[in-house]
């Protein structure tokens, strides 16, 4: 399958991909883990041998590892049992293409050692839109760090607090694999995957995210809360 688009330096993109037939990518929380340890050291253009850092360090050290250049910019990102979405923009040519490579090759050798299973573990190619406005670009940070209610849709409904922005910020604050937990000003290791000086300031000053949950639910409706892309 050709992919549609063409990357560029200096551009955002939403890069999003999913376990082949729908299959669950994230067994445990060590699999979320190694893919944001991974979000954060393949970005660069050296190559890094992961598994010889792992002999003497642990998984989280690799947050304090320092980075040749970036290939790109992770803006945001959530990760879900059967897929992933990550906004991106790319610092130099090919930059995309060979961080998505790296990633997911890594990934990919990492979870069928661990479960002892061969063949590819993503569809091919990954998939991936232009941000080509500032409507596109400010809808997709509420669209990516809303993704992971997806998982207790049917809590909400049948709770009845389907449009409760309090519960929905309650979870999205404990949910660990995404980058909300940076916007909503909580340090961790894994900060290091992301670059925020490419953010606008208003964006990290307010609380998009939940403030547009009502609106982005009547819209988008449960299609894109079902967890696949």
Known sequence: MDRKIKFAPGEHYHVYSRGIEKRKIFLDHKDYKRFMALLYIMNQAPSFHFANFLKSHTLKEIFQEKRGKPLVAVLS??????????????????????????????????????YKRSGGLFTHPFRAQHISNESQYLWIFSYIHLNPLGIIRKDFEQSGKIGNRNVADKFLKAYQYSSYLEYAKVKRAESEILDLSLVPDYLLNVDFSTKKYAEWLEEEGSENMEGSP
């Open 77 to 114: 990102y959530a990760l879900m049992p059967n897929h992933f979405h990550m906004l991106l923009h790319e610092h130099t040519e090919g930059g995309i293409s060979k961080f998505m490579m790296r990633l997911l090759t890594a990934y990919s050798m990492y979870f069928n050692t661990k």
